[in-house]
């Protein structure tokens, strides 16, 4: 089983319109139901997923959204630890100007785990040299 993390792009395109890549996130969705991925979601993430979904239609279609998904897949929820605390900090200390603050957990939560990072975030390319080679990027379009 391929052990994966989410940005909170990725949820973005599975609730969103037809576009490129969504037809390779489903894949990966899907495929977690047969035990060939297991996907990884930061609690944080879940909640800027509700944000965006509540902006779009209401707090009531974002709270059936975040519980279908769930109810649906077996994402695995990921709390903050200190471990991760301390590497999100260093890591947005380090590039607060490209990357957000889930961007920095997620990323930092894939690299203390050695897991795939599935993303839509385009500035990934501008963090340090020395951390993208430890970082297994799976990127995703909007188009």
Not at 56 to 79: D, F, M, T
Not at 105 to 114: T, V
Request: proline residues 2%; hydrophobic residues 40%.
């Amino acid at each position: 089983m391929q052990k994966v993390c989410f940005d909170s792009g990725i949820f973005g395109i599975y609730f969103g319109k037809e576009v490129t890549d969504k037809i390779k996130i489903l894949q990966v969705f899907e495929g977690s139901l047969s035990n060939n991925y297991e996907i990884h979601v930061l609690k944080p993430v879940l909640s800027e997923v509700f944000y965006h979904l509540c902006l779009k239609k209401g707090k009531n279609y974002a709270a059936s959204k975040i519980l279908s998904i769930k109810e649906i897949y077996p994402l695995v929820q990921i709390s903050l630890d200190d471990d991760l605390i301390n590497k999100t900090g260093q890591l947005k200390c380090q590039n607060r100007k490209n990357l957000s603050y889930i961007d920095c957990m997620s990323i930092s939560y894939c690299l203390l785990n050695k897991i795939q990072f599935h993303t839509t975030e385009k500035k990934i390319k501008q963090i340090p040299l020395l951390l993208l080679d430890r970082l297994k990027i799976v990127e995703y379009r909007w188009s």
